[in-house]
């Protein structure tokens, strides 16, 4: 298995791993990825990978992911958070993970989460994802990368009837900070 920059050529491999979240949920899968209510078209899917692929070729986010055998079987992306880095939050990403379902619990979630969190170092002091919080091992997995609790959203997702909270989790990388209230020039 090998981590790399997303490429073009990945589309399909993408789309194909996306498109099976939505069977997971029919079949009651506890994923932690929310979902549309209907699948969005090959179309939807062209238009959310041309940003990605953009944003990733230009250097506003990142994009990595992960080769077996000539396939993609999952990708990490980091966007900044409102869209742009030239912003007051664009030093904040957010990041987002899927591992194809017949590939996980094999170490592949942990490499793509080493190589887009290295790769951010320079980029977004701050990383931010949000995750179900039925989605437990997801949550573990964070807390070992240093993602820590920012908060939690009582039944901020609905699922096939059932409400379940959001958690909210930061990595931060700045340099420590002084007291509450003191300024920078301080
Ligand atoms: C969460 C996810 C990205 C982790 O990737 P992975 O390749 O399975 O992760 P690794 O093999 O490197 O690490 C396994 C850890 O992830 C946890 N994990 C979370 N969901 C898992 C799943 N569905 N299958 C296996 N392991 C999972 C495991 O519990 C394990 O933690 P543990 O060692 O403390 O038990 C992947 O399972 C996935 O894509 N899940 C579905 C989508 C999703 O929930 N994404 C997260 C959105 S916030």
């Not at 079987?73 to 966007?79: F, R």
Request: glycine share 12%; charged share 30%.
């Amino acid at each position: 298995m090998t981590v790399r920059e997303l490429r073009w050529a990945d589309f399909d491999d993408l789309r194909e791993t996306y498109y099976l979240l939505y069977e997971e949920r029919e079949r009651g899968g506890n994923h932690g990825i929310h979902l549309f209510r209907d699948r969005p078209t090959v179309a939807d899917e062209v238009g959310w990978f041309s940003g990605l692929f953009r944003r990733n070729l230009d250097g506003e986010g990142i994009a990595v992911v992960a080769e077996r055998e000539g396939r993609v079987v999952g990708h990490c992306t980091i966007d900044p958070s409102g869209g742009v880095r030239a912003s007051e939050r664009g030093h904040v990403g957010v990041l987002g993970i899927l591992v194809h379902r017949d590939h996980r619990g094999q170490g592949i979630g942990s490499a793509l989460l080493a190589a887009a969190l290295e790769k951010a170092r320079d980029v977004f002091p701050l990383v931010r994802l949000s995750v179900f919080a039925s989605n437990e091992g997801a949550v573990r997995l964070y807390e070992r990368f240093g993602f820590v609790h920012a908060g939690r959203i009582p039944g901020a997702f609905r699922r096939q009837g059932a409400e379940i909270d959001e958690i909210l989790m930061v990595r931060d990388r700045r340099p420590p900070r002084g007291p509450p209230g003191a300024s920078a020039r301080s």
